[in-house]
Every structure is written in C-alpha cells, then in structure tokens.
C-alpha cells in the first residue's frame, strides 16, 4: 500500500518563507512525477510544481521565481521552498505522485492528505 505523508504547512507573515516536504511511503517500483498542487477557498485545485524523473521541473506563472520543487530520489520525497510568500499564496497545499507499486504493471495518482498554509499579517 502506497501513501503520500506530508508536512511543513503553517502561518507565515507576507514576504516570508516555509518549506513543504512529501514522502512517498510503502512498496513502490517507480514513481514518474512528484509535484505540488494547491486549493484555495472558493476556487479550484491548480498545479503549483511538479518535476517528472529526469526532467526539468514546471512551475505555475505566478510562483515562478519564488518556489522551488526539488526531489530527493534515494528517499521518496519532494520539497517545495516557498520563498516571498504573499496573501494570494494561501491555500491547502496537496502532494500529487505518479507511482507504479511494487507487484503492479502500471501506476496511479496518489494524492496526500493536504497541508494548509496561510500568509497574513
């Protein structure tokens, strides 16, 4: 069984920075892309990064230049580094991965359980 356990939400004053972490836990084969999508009140789920294996990552418009999506292959895990967060940035951030379990010949969307950040004075 495969889950995705996240953490590193919280409160941040504008203009500061917090870091999201991801890891993919149980028996997987593969996994393909790792990203960060988030969902703010009232309006729909967006992609904010994702980085598929062996590729250069992709950002939304709007966080290009401040957040940065990294992996860490050997353990299974993402990171986002939200840098000069602003207002417009809080939502519940979700961890999405592209995982082929272990025994399976193909893979599925898994999706972790969300971690609200919110930015205000």
């Known amino acids: 069984q495969v889950q995705l356990v996240e953490s590193g939400g919280g409160l941040v004053q504008p203009g500061g920075s917090l870091r999201l972490s991801c890891s993919a836990l149980g028996n997987i084969f593969s996994i393909n892309v790792m990203g960060w999508y988030r969902q703010a009140p009232g309006k729909v789920r967006e992609l904010v990064a994702e980085?598929?294996?062996?590729?250069?990552?992709d950002y939304e418009d709007s966080v290009k230049g401040r957040f940065t999506i990294s992996r860490d292959n050997a353990n299974n895990t993402v990171y986002l580094q939200m840098n000069s967060l602003k207002a417009e940035d809080t939502a519940v951030y979700y961890c999405n991965a592209h995982i082929r379990p272990s025994g399976m010949g193909y893979g599925y969307s898994y999706w972790g359980q969300g971690t609200p950040v919110t930015v205000s004075s």
């Open positions: 980085v598929p294996t062996g590729s250069a990552p």
